[in-house]
C-alpha cells in the first residue's frame, strides 16, 4: 500500500473521530439547546401577548356593568399598559430582564385577580355571555402561560446542565463560552394570587 494513502486514510479517521467525539461532547447539543431556550422564552412572552389583547374586551363588558369600580378598573389598564412596555429579546435575555418582565406581568395577574372578584358583586356582569366567553378564553391562556413557562423552565434546564456539566462544559469553555441562562421565576404578586386564588365558578 502506498504510504501517502495510508497517511491520508488516518488522517481521515483521525478526523471523523474527532467529530465523533466533539458530537458526544456538545459541540451540536449546546448550540441547539441555546436555540430550543430562546424559542421556549418566545412562546412565553406570545402567551402573554395573548392575554394582554384580551384585557381591552374584558374590561369593556365589566365597565358595562360596574363602571363605578374605577379604581379597579383603571388598575387593570395601567398594569396592562406597563406589562406591554417590558418586552424580552430572547437572544439577548438577562436574568435582570427576566425578572423585570416577570414581575410586570405578576403585577398584572394581580390586577386581573381584582377585576374577576367583581363578578361576584354583580350578578348581570356574572351572567354575561361576553364576559363568561372572555373569563374562558382567559383561563386557557392562563394555562397556556403555565405551560409555557414550564417548557421555559426545562429547556433552560437542559442548557444549564450542558455548559456547567463535564465533558459538555469543557466543549463550551473551549468553543462556546456561553453564561448560564437566567431561569424564570414566579414573582411575589404571582405566589400571592396562588396563595389567594378565588374558585372560579360558571
Known sequence: MNFKFLKSLAT???????AFALSGCGIQSIPQSKNKVEAALSEVSNQYKRRADLIPNLVSTVKGYASHERETLEGVVEARS?????SIDPSKATPDQI????????????????LLLLRENYPNLKADQNFQNLQAQLEGTE????????????????????????PTSWTNSL????????????????????????????
Do not use: C
Open 12 to 18: 481521515v479517521l483521525g478526523l471523523g473521530s474527532l
Open 175 to 202: 468553543f462556546f463560552h456561553f453564561e448560564k441562562m437566567p431561569q424564570w421565576d414566579v414573582s411575589p404578586e404571582e405566589k400571592e394570587k396562588v396563595e389567594q386564588a378565588p374558585k372560579v365558578e360558571f
Open 99 to 114: 425578572q423585570k418582565f416577570s414581575q410586570a406581568q405578576g403585577q398584572l395577574s394581580q390586577a386581573l385577580g381584582r
Open 143 to 166: 394555562n397556556r402561560i403555565t405551560v409555557a413557562r414550564q417548557r421555559y423552565i426545562e429547556t433552560v434546564r437542559q442548557f444549564n446542565d450542558l455548559v456547567t456539566v463535564v
Open 82 to 86: 406597563k406589562a406591554t412596555q417590558i
